[in-house]
């Protein structure tokens, strides 16, 4: 199996669990860091020139690694989308299938539904509102709970830290109110 077949085809849970829950001890190790991706939003406000205390810091010493560390996640995403892509249709289950066709979304075997992520959606206000108020939610939901899915779920939770339980479930119970309650009055 070469290099690119490797890279295009999933890894299964076995491979990529540990290995990203290898990365909370490395971390941790090699330079006293915990992982999160959240704060980043804060490093990057404080790069641009501005008047607000809070964001007047030393970005780099503070978050550089971290920024760096994203630019990491956006490189691989956009290698592993582009370059080693599965050219393959995305598989679904016929009963997830059915009950996104119950709710009007169609399974067209991309990884994102057209009549959602298409410059066509974009021009509804419907999407809009959406896209702008998930963000908003998302935003203000990782502010509020201290952090990010990732920081809580990876990191706070391998530290045993009791915030970051609480958070977790609050992220699973908030998704699935969201998945069977809310998105189907929504769309």
């Known amino acids: 199996m070469g ?13 990529a669990g540990p290995l990203i829950g290898l990365t909370v001890p490395l971390l941790l190790l090699l330079g006293n860091k915990v992982f999160g ?10 790069i641009l020139p501005n008047r607000i205390p809070f964001f007047n810091y030393n970005w780099w010493q503070a978050g550089g690694w971290n920024l760096v560390f ?16 599965n050219p393959e249709p995305l598989a679904v289950n016929p009963a ?9 979304v169609s399974v067209d075997g991309g990884f994102a539904p057209e009549a959602f992520f298409s410059l066509a959606a ?3 206000i419907k999407t ?3 896209l702008l108020g998930g963000g908003f939610l ?3 939901g990782a502010r509020y709970a201290g952090g990010c899915t990732s920081g809580h779920a990876i990191s706070g939770l391998s530290n045993l830290q009791l915030p970051s339980l609480v958070a977790v479930i609050g992220f699973f119970i908030g998704g ?11 769309l």
Do not use: K
């Open 37 to 46: 991706i959240s704060s980043n939003l804060r490093h990057v406000c404080a």
């Open 128 to 130: 809009w509102l959406i």
């Open 138 to 140: 998302v935003g203000f």
């Open 176 to 186: 699935l109110i969201m998945t069977h309650l809310l998105l189907p009055i929504i």
């Open 122 to 124: 974009l021009g509804s």
């Open 96 to 104: 997830t299938e059915q009950d996104l066709a119950a709710i009007g």
């Open 3 to 15: 290099i690119h077949e490797l890279l295009s085809s999933p890894w299964p849970w076995y491979v």
């Open 70 to 85: 994203a630019g990491g996640i956006m490189l691989g995403a956009f290698l592993a989308a582009g370059w080693f892509g």
